[in-house]
């Protein structure tokens, strides 16, 4: 079993930056792609960035530029780095993992951002 955790989220005023984490443990087999989704509230999840094992990555077009995901000194890290935040960007963030031992979630790092 894949366990995953993010952290990093909390509150910041429009303009911030934010650095979340996230870290997989267990049966984690190969780890192909790490990615971060978001929902905000009556929305539905969204994918914001995804990065693979090789190291290529894909942002939301309309993140472009303000949100960067990458790959920590370990294999199973990875982080996403937030800068420039609007309140419009306000949701829970999820981490996922998809490796040769199935499709993992984490249980979300809420991040706020204040007018």
């Known amino acids: 079993q894949v366990h995953v955790v993010e952290s990093g989220g909390g509150l910041v005023q429009a303009g911030g930056s934010l650095r979340l984490s996230c870290a997989a443990s267990?049966?984690?087999?190969?780890?192909?792609?790490m990615g971060w989704y978001r929902q905000a509230p009556g929305k539905q999840r969204e994918s914001v960035a995804t990065i693979t094992i090789l190291g290529n990555t894909n942002v939301a077009d309309s993140l472009k530029g303000r949100f960067t995901i990458s790959r920590g000194d370990a294999e199973n890290t990875a982080w996403l780095q937030m800068n420039s935040l609007r309140p419009e960007d306000t949701a829970v963030y999820y981490c996922n993992v998809k490796s040769t031992n199935g499709n993992a979630w984490g249980q979300g790092t809420q991040v706020t951002v204040s007018s």
């Open positions: 267990g049966s984690i087999g190969r780890i192909n792609v």
